[in-house]
């Protein structure tokens, strides 16, 4: 679907004539009219401003290619794959970017789009402005960036409030630098945490095997996140305890596992840390 089908669909969504989405948007009606036409195509600026009046990710209105590097968005072709741990070709990543089932340099995404940015307007005859604000509405969303990216907007300005910028920092370094396999590991135990969280409430004791079971899940996440010489017991629970200070935790635990997970989960954490055993 091109651009100008995209925007019709979307603004109909929203239920919006061209009249009323130009004022949103600050443009005459025309414009919009020849967007929706196909003779025009608004420029990038224009492009996040329009995803965001109409609450899409900007991802789904631009017109990009098939196969791009979910590290730093260039277009792929069969021979620029990278490559999978067992050597296989991975067709989500370049091979400058991703090889035997790793990262291949360490960087950060505001790194990543000075150092390409350059060389996309060079082969593009976009300005190197044009570029810079391309990559950076396009890899927030690429499959490199994007937990990070949506963690530090979601939850970034308390975590470096109550942790440090150094030890956020750290934290984001560390799972940029997870490779394919050890990314995926770390989602199934997210997802298998639910799972004994739903099995421990159940059995409905906070000290019994169940939740001591949780308790530990719980904590090899926490190491993944921080790493193991970030961890310590004392910081797990605090963690645990701010998660009934915040609405967002509570209903991320609460929606999955019922009313009341969230609050179970931090009396299990409480529990095994007076054992000791999982530590």
Known sequence: ??????????????????????????????????????????????????????????????????????????????????????????????????????????????????????RLAENTGMSRDEAVSLMGAVLPHLKRWSAVHANEMSYGKEARERYGDAAVDAANERLLGMSEAEWSAKETLEQAIIEQLKAAVAAGNAMGPEAAELAQMHARWIRTQWGEGAYSPDAHVALAQSYLEDERFVNYYDSRAGEGATAFLVAAIEAAMGEGAIY
């Open 1 to 118: 679907m091109d651009f100008s089908t995209k925007l019709i669909e979307l603004r109909k969504r929203k239920g919006l004539t061209q009249e009323g989405l130009a004022a949103k948007l600050y443009v005459t009606r025309q414009a919009v009219s020849r967007w929706e036409r196909g003779e025009v195509v608004p420029g990038i600026d224009m492009m996040k401003l329009i995803a965001n009046v109409l609450d899409e990710p900007i991802m789904h209105l631009l017109d990009l290619p098939e196969r791009y590097c979910e590290s730093c968005g260039m277009i792929l072709t069969p021979a620029d794959y990278g490559s999978d741990a067992d050597g296989s070709k991975d067709e989500h990543y370049c091979k400058w970017c991703y090889e035997q089932g790793r990262y291949t340099y360490e960087t950060t995404m505001d790194a990543m789009i000075e150092d390409c940015a350059p």
